[in-house]
């Protein structure tokens, strides 16, 4: 759901130079039927939203993250994420790479300050919460050791606020494996909720992907 919503802004254009926002807000909205119509400038609740951690260097060298919501998969090897103009978007102007992780419960606190934070106004953020990091060995960012499940990636487009990665390697703490695989019930990550604006946990089984819907084929 994200991602498509990411795609349709991405390549929307409209002819008549009138933006999508003024073309929303100007069609009148008939009630639904048995529900509440919150209109489009309410919140979108396009759930979960994962709470990316973008991880980069600076021209001194020096680690920034920042958290972002507005992501997904790409293609099989790709990733787009939704990005205004940050430290974060400087930094990949000058490295072609960066990392993504992904906030658990046990990094809530640290995670918030990141996305409240700019680098620009506080350049030494990451060390201000105590996280370490390790130079990623296969792009040109870094690796913030707190977060277990990483992904390495180099830039393969950037523009109109839309960014586009190529990962090249997903690194994974042993904690959070089972038989060889991610595990999300221990790895624990968070989602970001609009409605509520709260972050929720995410990670019991409730259904077999491919498998529970067989039956209505049957």
């Given at each position: 759901m994200i991602l498509a919503v990411l795609?349709?802004?991405?390549g929307c254009k409209n002819t008549d130079n009138q933006s999508i926002n003024d073309m929303?807000?100007?069609?009148?909205?008939?009630?639904?039927?048995?529900?509440?119509?919150?209109?489009?400038?309410?919140?979108?609740?396009?759930t979960p939203q994962p709470c990316v951690m973008i991880a980069t260097w600076d021209k001194d060298h020096t680690p920034d993250v920042m958290?972002?919501?507005w992501a997904g998969q790409y293609d099989f090897k790709q990733i787009i994420i939704s990005l205004s103009k940050h430290k974060t978007t400087d930094n990949l102007e000058l490295t072609g790479a960066f990392t993504v992780s992904f906030a658990d419960i046990h990094t809530v606190a640290e995670s918030d300050y990141f996305g409240l934070v700019s680098g620009f106004k506080v350049p030494d953020k990451v060390a201000r919460?105590?996280?370490?990091?390790?130079?990623?060995?296969?792009v040109d960012a870094p690796i913030i050791n707190e977060y277990p499940l990483t992904l390495e990636c180099k830039v393969v487009s950037w523009g109109d606020g839309v960014l586009v990665g190529e990962v090249v390697n997903m690194s994974a703490d042993e904690r959070?494996?089972?038989?060889?695989?991610?595990?999300?019930?221990?790895?624990?990550?968070?989602?970001?909720?609009?409605?509520?604006?709260s972050y929720r946990a995410i990670g019991d089984i409730v259904g077999k992907a491919w498998g529970d819907g067989k039956r209505f084929a049957e």
């Open positions: 795609l349709s802004l991405a929303s807000t100007n069609v009148p909205l008939k009630e639904v039927a048995g529900r509440k119509n919150f209109g489009p400038d309410h919140a979108l609740v396009t958290m972002a919501a919460v105590g996280f370490t990091v390790t130079p990623s060995p296969n959070i494996l089972t038989d060889g695989k991610v595990d999300l019930s221990k790895l624990q990550p968070i989602v970001f909720d609009a409605a509520s604006m």
